[in-house]
């Protein structure tokens, strides 16, 4: 047990472990767990910067980066921040060259349309 982990938030991740589908729920309150212990500070003193570095320091595969992401914003549910943690650098969406939207082709603008006719 981490010391780290208060009686209360104990139980929040008790009570998610016990609902819904059970391997995914155990795996989920490990990586909460685990993720508590590799910061070393009290959850409610945990930030965006501690979670940046948590990536960094781990290098982990882009799956599992992305299984501690999902796992982080249910800590933060449980604590009851109104925002959402980093996501780790292999799910950022911002590398990308253009977007989906920057790749559709262009309507043309108003202007460049015909009138159209009033019906009589």
Not at 28 to 52: D, H, M, S, W, Y
Not at 78 to 98: F, Y
Request: net charge positive; with cysteine.
């Amino acid at each position: 047990m981490n010391a780290n982990i208060s009686r209360e938030l104990r139980q929040k991740i008790d009570l998610y472990r016990r609902k819904g589908g059970k391997t995914s729920r155990r795996n989920t309150a490990a990586r909460i767990e685990r993720f508590i212990a590799a910061v070393g500070r009290p959850p409610e003193q945990i930030g965006k910067q501690n979670v940046l570095e948590f990536y960094e320091q781990q290098q982990f595969a882009p799956s599992t980066a992305r299984d501690y992401h999902y796992a982080i914003c249910q800590l933060w549910t449980m604590i009851g921040r109104n925002c959402e943690p980093p996501p780790p650098p292999s799910m950022n969406r911002t590398t990308s060259s253009t977007t989906y939207a920057e790749s559709l082709p262009k309507r043309p603008s108003r202007q460049a349309r015909k009138p159209v006719k009033p019906i009589a």
